[in-house]
């Protein structure tokens, strides 16, 4: 049935376009065949549009359908004006409050992931951080993508020479890696980038890594890599260290196959929550609210 929804605009306009050849010059044959294939072409383009954007995730209800997760916030690209930054500010204090409800279950480490780049993952690791750091909350967040760490420079933090990596091969202590960013809020930079992330990350000396995480006073985040193109998130949460995973989602972006295909490839038993990131309209009566409460 699908099919034959395609193929009814190219036929359409085929016949429209056919059509109006002929009612312009109904004696000779060219014109009708012109607007015939110029018809043909404009309903093929329209349909292969419309199956395109029919393959990807529309919003934060059918990424909740696709992964059978509750989205606990919808965090919006970051803006100049003050509406903006107080939706975005106010969604990783919801994402705070859901963590919480997991503290009882879950351990001190918070793996965020997603299925594909670019949906988001290293923003909402950044601003849960601040949003757990200014509740009083300890954190710790690990630049745990090590093929393209952004956390960092989304900080605006230093990058020594030595981060995770260092840890992972030359057994430094995670203690001694650890970087001021603002009060209650520290970084694990990944440092220099290793040519086998996933033999690391999998290895034993990731798992003491993670271990001597767990044993800081504090939360951890890690931002990790995204699930489908590499390996490395997998191995990483294949040694069960971790606590509850984030699996951010950007609508528009990916298609259904793919954040269905990361959603199945989150570990069982442990917590998950969705996290919806892009654009989304906002009734102005929110708006409104939150100006209000800070006047």
Not at 13 to 24: H, T, V
């Given at each position: 049935?699908?099919?034959l929804v395609?193929?009814?605009?190219?036929?359409?306009?085929?016949?429209?376009?056919?059509?109006?050849?002929?009612?312009?010059?109904?004696?000779?044959?060219?014109?009708a065949?012109?607007?015939?294939?110029?018809?043909?072409?404009?309903?093929t383009?329209?349909?292969?549009?419309?199956?395109?954007?029919?393959?990807?995730?529309?919003?934060?209800?059918?990424?909740?359908?696709?992964?059978?997760?509750?989205?606990?916030?919808?965090?919006?690209?970051?803006?100049?004006?003050?509406p903006?930054?107080?939706?975005?500010?106010?969604?990783?204090?919801?994402?705070?409050?859901?963590?919480?409800?997991?503290?009882?279950?879950?351990?001190?480490?918070?793996?965020?992931?997603?299925?594909?780049?670019?949906?988001?993952?290293t923003?909402?690791?950044?601003?849960?951080?601040?949003?757990?750091a200014?509740?009083?909350?300890?954190?710790?967040?690990?630049?745990?993508?090590?093929?393209?760490?952004?956390?960092?420079?989304l900080?605006?933090?230093?990058?020594?020479?030595?981060?995770?990596?260092?840890?992972?091969?030359?057994?430094?202590?995670?203690?001694?890696?650890?970087?001021?960013?603002?009060?209650?809020?520290?970084?694990?930079?990944?440092?220099?980038?290793?040519?086998?992330?996933?033999?690391?990350?999998?290895?034993?000396?990731?798992?003491?890594?993670?271990?001597?995480?767990?044993?800081?006073?504090?939360l951890?985040?890690?931002?990790?890599?995204?699930?489908?193109?590499?390996?490395?998130?997998?191995?990483?949460?294949?040694?069960?260290?971790?606590?509850?995973?984030?699996?951010?989602?950007?609508?528009?972006?990916?298609?259904?196959?793919?954040?269905?295909?990361?959603?199945?490839?989150?570990?069982?038993?442990?917590?998950r929550?969705?996290?919806?990131?892009?654009?989304?309209?906002t009734?102005?009566?929110?708006?409104?609210?939150?100006?209000?409460?800070?006047?």
């Open positions: 049935m699908p099919r395609l193929l009814l605009p190219p036929l359409l306009l085929a016949a429209l376009g056919a059509g109006a050849g002929l009612l312009a010059d109904p004696d000779r044959a060219w014109p065949a012109a607007g015939a294939l110029a018809g043909l072409a404009l309903g383009a329209a349909a292969a549009l419309w199956a395109r954007r029919r393959r990807r995730v529309r919003d934060g209800a059918d990424a909740a359908a696709i992964t059978g997760l509750t989205p606990v916030a919808h965090v919006p690209p970051p803006g100049d004006h003050a903006e930054r107080r939706r975005q500010e106010e969604a990783f204090r919801m994402l705070r409050a859901a963590l919480r409800l997991h503290d009882g279950e879950a351990g001190p480490i918070v793996a965020v992931t997603s299925a594909a780049p670019g949906e988001g993952k923003t909402v690791v950044a601003g849960l951080g601040r949003a757990l200014r509740a009083g909350r300890p954190v710790v967040l690990v630049e745990a993508d090590l093929r393209r760490p952004g956390l960092a420079a900080l605006g933090a230093p990058t020594p020479p030595q981060g995770l990596t260092a840890a992972l091969v030359g057994g430094v202590p995670v203690a001694d890696l650890l970087v001021e960013v603002e009060p209650g809020l520290r970084l694990v930079p990944a440092g220099a980038l290793p040519p086998n992330a996933p033999e690391l990350l999998g290895s034993e000396d990731g798992a003491r890594v993670l271990d001597e995480l767990r044993a800081l006073d504090a951890v985040l890690l931002d990790a890599a995204p699930l489908l193109p590499v390996a490395d998130t997998r191995e990483l949460l294949a040694h069960g260290r971790h606590g509850t995973v984030v699996l951010v989602a950007r609508p528009g972006r990916i298609t259904r196959d793919e954040l269905a295909r990361a959603a199945a490839l989150l570990p069982p038993g442990a917590p929550v969705l996290v919806v990131s892009g654009p989304a309209s009734p102005r009566s929110y708006d409104r609210y939150l100006r209000d409460a800070e006047a």
